[in-house]
């Protein structure tokens, strides 16, 4: 696993351009993010998706959610009408992951069998800059071993895959992550908008987020 520390001798600049280049080449990266450190692959390469599961001891039947750059990138992914995109626009880029129907072009391993995906615009600059000299989708699965605990510091998740047999490829190290709550899901799916998880902050502003959720 290659280690590019952006906190002291790498700027995050040449970090994304390298990390973009490996996700061209089927390999999995590591990169922080504006939750947690994620775990990311082209999420059009098929091989590239399988290792992670690998990777993770993942079942195939979990699918896995996407992080995309824009409303457009996700227009490429997912059935987006006017008052979904709407809804979209109200809460991206931040912590909400949207579920919602798949385009017929979205491989079933991504989604595992199930014909909806998990999109999310994250608000967090290497990310962006990640999507921008990828310039299409990332998977966004939290990079520890599937049922564990997720990792905020950079130390406990090279420890944790130096004793695995099959490792990420790249690792782009920040340190410490500032501990955060995982991103609220809401459905999309279907015209009765149902909240899948609420994390503890925007509890909050549930009221405000049910005014900003409704399809019809």
Request: net charge positive.
């Amino acid at each position: 696993m290659k280690i590019l520390d952006i906190r002291n001798n790498f700027s995050p600049e040449l970090a994304s351009k390298e990390a973009a280049l490996a996700l061209l080449k089927g390999r999995v990266i590591v990169y922080p993010t504006d939750t947690l450190y994620g775990m990311g692959a082209n999420a059009f390469d098929n091989d590239a998706i399988r290792k992670i599961f690998a990777i993770k001891k993942r079942s195939e039947k979990k699918p896995l959610p996407v992080m995309v750059g824009s409303i457009s990138m996700a227009k490429a992914m997912a059935v987006i009408d006017k008052p979904r995109e709407k809804i979209l626009k109200s809460f991206w880029p931040g912590p909400f992951t949207f579920i919602l129907k798949k385009k017929p072009s979205i491989s079933f391993l991504l989604t595992a069998g199930r014909n909806s995906i998990a999109l999310r615009v994250p608000d967090n600059y290497f990310c962006q800059n990640l999507i921008k000299d990828f310039e299409g989708p990332v998977t966004a699965t939290s990079a520890n071993i599937s049922g564990e605990a997720d990792y905020f510091d950079s130390r406990e998740i090279i420890e944790r895959f130096s004793l695995e047999e099959i490792q990420p490829d790249l690792f782009i190290d920040n340190g410490v992550l500032s501990e955060s709550d995982p991103s609220t899901i809401i459905d999309l799916t279907t015209d009765n908008v149902r909240i899948v998880r609420i994390n503890p902050t925007n509890k909050e502003n549930f009221l405000n987020i049910l005014k900003n959720i409704q399809i019809k």
